[in-house]
């Protein structure tokens, strides 16, 4: 079993930038690829971003394509998610998630391939 903590959220006004860090203990960590999905009040939890287990491949949602990154160091058995010029509608609880399956070589998207929840960190971006 592996336990996640999010950390780095805040308030920010729009137009502004973030990184959001989610620390990793328990199972190896580098052998899973991993995910950052988001859920805004009364809103379904929504895919963000995932990386494969190397780092060597990412995907994206359409709506934070070239204003985030996802990016891992497995040294550090820690997952980043940099934000930038963010909007008022990607207001929400950020959650980390490990793949449910080892190895795989294309990180997926899908929320039910996801497990091992983080508690989620509060992100606000003020108009």
């Known amino acids: 079993q592996v336990q996640l903590v999010e950390s780095g959220g805040g308030l920010v006004q729009a137009g502004g930038s973030l990184r959001l860090s989610c620390s990793a203990s328990g199972r190896t960590f580098s052998s899973y690829a991993l995910g950052w999905f988001r859920q805004a009040p009364g809103k379904e939890r929504d895919f963000v971003a995932s990386?494969?287990?190397?780092?060597?491949?990412?995907a994206y949602a359409d709506s934070v394509k070239g204003r985030f990154t996802i990016s891992r160091d497995n040294a550090k058995n820690t997952l980043y998610l940099q934000m930038n010029n963010l909007k008022p509608d990607d207001t929400a609880v950020y959650y980390c998630?490990?793949?449910?399956?080892?190895?795989?070589?294309?990180?997926?998207?899908?929320?039910?391939?996801?497990?091992?929840w983080g508690q989620g960190t509060q992100v606000t971006v003020s108009s």
């Open positions: 990386i494969s287990w190397s780092g060597g491949r990412t």
């Open positions: 998630a490990t793949d449910l399956s080892k190895g795989r070589l294309i990180p997926p998207i899908a929320l039910h391939d996801f497990g091992s």
